[in-house]
């Protein structure tokens, strides 16, 4: 068994508020800054989800469209290899298809 290590430096501003996220997994030989995160944790003991989400003022919201739409399109594709439940997925997929067009994240037919 081995352990793995993701860091997370978040500076903020004087009001607290983000100013700059930067990330590091040296495991994957991989970090950088970033705008925007969403992190999700599942509390057994309480049963529920345990969330922080946390972008920068310089994250636009056309940017903040995109992170959106994708962060859910990518946690269907997660749904599905947890519970190969392709009724529910396939369900979602049109109707984040319809949401993006509606967000301008993505080009109509």
Known sequence: MTTSEIKLKIT????????KIEWEA?????????KSMMLALWDEKEN??????LWTKDMSVD?????????ITTLTDTY????????????????????GKRMGVLVND
């Not at 903020?12 to 100013?19: C, I, M, R, T």
């Not at 940017?63 to 962060?71: A, G, T, W």
């Open 26 to 34: 040296p495991d994957a030989n991989e970090g950088s800054i970033c």
């Open 80 to 99: 599905l290899r947890a519970t190969n439940d392709e009724a529910t997925v396939k369900e979602l997929r049109e109707y984040m298809s319809g949401l």
């Open 12 to 19: 903020v501003d004087e009001n607290q508020l983000p100013h």
């Open 48 to 53: 529920n989800t345990m969330r922080i989400d």
């Open 63 to 71: 940017e903040m469209k995109k992170f959106f739409h994708q962060n």
